[in-house]
């Protein structure tokens, strides 16, 4: 019992850690977001070097282990110069990382939707941009919610990764707190049940967009 009474003393660094994270997660995730859907426009079209560059980049997102993509960005960039704080290195490297199987995830999509929708677009009179926006973007999104669902799970736990390169989240918190008082069941397990709640918060929302889209007359595959 007296564990647990340490673990309530140390409330105040999960409690930091646990903002710390749901703000990288929240951040993170949006931008992914917003860069997946932003390399799908640009991908689309014939294919030229610019648009094999920009499958490269996705590609070498997808290849490289995420946390060699944090040291690189937070230890390896001052060596040229750059230097980013541990949050920003953090944030920037979730984006990229995840932006990159946001891309991939609506590509799937994008690929299965069928080319009526489009061509009743151009017919009228719609150009590329609205296109992209009033039909392919809303398309691949809606039926491709439970891979965006899953993929979203993993840039949360991605997160516990950047305890290594400084960043206090939950797990830096957790290990801090077993570290100090030596207690590491207890610690990392308080640590999960944070994790669990917003994994859960992350179900309910993809599940209330499914039957938002459903309503809409989007359905899933």
Same mark, same amino acid.
């Given at each position: 019992m007296s564990e647990w009474m340490t673990i309530w003393d140390a409330r105040d660094a999960f409690f930091g850690g646990f903002l710390n994270t749901i703000k990288l997660f929240? $951040?993170?995730?949006?931008?992914?977001? *917003?860069?997946?859907?932003?390399?799908?426009? &640009?991908?689309?079209?014939?294919?030229? +070097?610019? +648009? !094999?560059?920009?499958?490269?980049? @996705?590609? %070498?997102?997808?290849? $490289?282990p995420f946390l060699i993509l944090a040291y690189l960005l937070y230890?390896?960039? =001052? !060596?040229?110069?750059?230097?980013?704080?541990?949050? @920003?290195?953090?944030?920037?490297?979730?984006?990229?990382y995840h932006g990159a199987y946001f891309c991939e995830i609506f590509r799937s999509q994008r690929r299965v939707? =069928?080319?009526?929708? /489009?061509? %009743?677009a151009q017919?009228?009179?719609? +150009?590329?941009? *609205?296109?992209?926006? +009033? @039909? /392919?973007?809303?398309? @691949?999104?809606?039926?491709?919610?439970? &891979? /965006?669902?899953? !993929?979203? /799970? $993993?840039? &949360? #736990?991605?997160t516990a990764f950047l305890c290594i390169i400084t960043v206090k989240e939950v797990t830096a918190a957790a290990n801090s707190v077993q570290a100090t008082y030596f207690i590491p069941? #207890?610690?990392? &397990?308080?640590? $999960?049940?944070?994790y669990w709640i917003i994994s859960l918060l992350i179900e309910y929302a993809i599940r209330w967009l499914g039957r938002l889209g459903k309503q809409r007359g989007f359905s899933h595959v």
């Open positions: 929240g $951040i993170s995730a949006l931008l992914g977001l *917003l860069l997946g859907a932003l390399l799908l426009y &640009l991908l689309e079209g014939p294919t030229n +070097r610019a +648009r !094999q560059g920009l499958g490269l980049f @996705v590609d %070498a997102m997808r290849t $490289i230890y390896g960039l =001052p !060596q040229g110069g750059v230097r980013l704080t541990a949050d @920003v290195a953090g944030l920037i490297s979730l984006t990229l939707m =069928p080319k009526g929708l /489009i061509e %009743a017919a009228h009179g719609f +150009r590329h941009h *609205l296109v992209f926006l +009033r @039909v /392919i973007l809303p398309n @691949v999104v809606m039926t491709s919610l439970p &891979l /965006i669902g899953n !993929q979203l /799970i $993993i840039c &949360l #736990k991605d069941m #207890k610690a990392f &397990l308080v640590a $999960i049940m944070l």
